[in-house]
């Protein structure tokens, strides 16, 4: 019954290592997203997409990148990754329509360690 | 700045009645959300709401005030599976989803 997966559940990696994070939906949803959840702070969305190949900015999305070229997956990238993205991310998806007034469906995330 | 504010930290009696608060500031109102978040899980939705009232979904209700930017998550008739975080989440006006940052609440036997 699992709808969105994560592919890693935890990651441990070096400082300036590429890191790659999948996630795949199985709701045919046009909406995707990448949060980033972090202790006493609320979800903060790094990055999001419409549709395939389609990307936009959220709220925190400088030293993440992300690629659609599927409608069921949904990666973030760390090109160079640091220890201050040591964090939980989180992977969601939604219907098409306004994304802000839609349920999201999440992951179980990924917790990502950088040493 | 959007601001959303919860309790950090609850604890309940098992078989008792909780209410966990939420209150806002943002730019614009276009629904609040509720999702129920155990340790080391997904979220999963509880309720949305966006007129003023209670609404009521099984041991679970959700109010909402609009015009004082508030809502309250009840929780009736306590189970120990009912120990989880619990995450107000705003609409503003852009329809972008504004995140409070949770509330533990711990259920004691």
């Known amino acids: 019954d699992v709808k969105v997966t994560q592919s890693s559940r935890y990651l441990v990696k070096r400082t300036g290592e590429k890191v790659f994070l999948e996630c795949v939906q199985d709701?045919?949803?046009?909406?995707m997203f990448w949060y980033r959840q972090d202790p006493g702070l609320g979800l903060r969305l790094i990055y999001f997409?419409?549709?395939?190949?389609?990307?936009e900015k959220g709220d925190i999305p400088e030293g993440y990148s992300v690629s659609r070229e599927k409608k069921e997956r949904f990666s973030l990238i760390l090109e160079s990754a640091s220890t201050n993205q040591t964090s939980m991310y989180l992977c969601?998806?939604?219907?098409?329509?306004?994304?802000?007034?839609?349920?999201?469906?999440f992951g179980a995330g990924s917790r990502l360690t950088v040493l | 700045g959007q601001n959303i504010d919860q309790p950090t930290e609850m604890t309940a009696t098992e078989g008792a009645i909780v209410q966990i608060n939420c209150t806002y500031q943002?730019?614009?109102?276009?629904?609040l959300f509720w999702y129920q978040q155990h340790a080391g899980e997904a979220p999963t939705f509880l309720s949305y709401?966006?007129l003023d009232g209670l609404e009521e979904k099984g041991r679970f209700s959700s109010f909402l005030s609009r015009s004082k930017g508030y809502s309250y998550l009840l929780l009736k008739e306590l189970q120990m599976k009912d120990s989880a975080s619990y995450l107000c989440?705003?609409?503003?006006?852009?329809?972008?989803?504004?995140w409070g940052a949770g509330t533990k609440l711990i259920i004691k036997p």
């Open positions: 969601a998806s939604s219907p098409e329509g306004y994304s802000g007034a839609n349920v999201l469906t």
């Open positions: 709701m045919d949803h046009e909406n």
């Open positions: 997409s419409y549709d395939v190949k389609m990307k």
């Open positions: 943002t730019s614009g109102f276009n629904g």
């Open positions: 709401n966006v």
């Open positions: 989440a705003v609409v503003d006006s852009n329809y972008q989803l504004i």
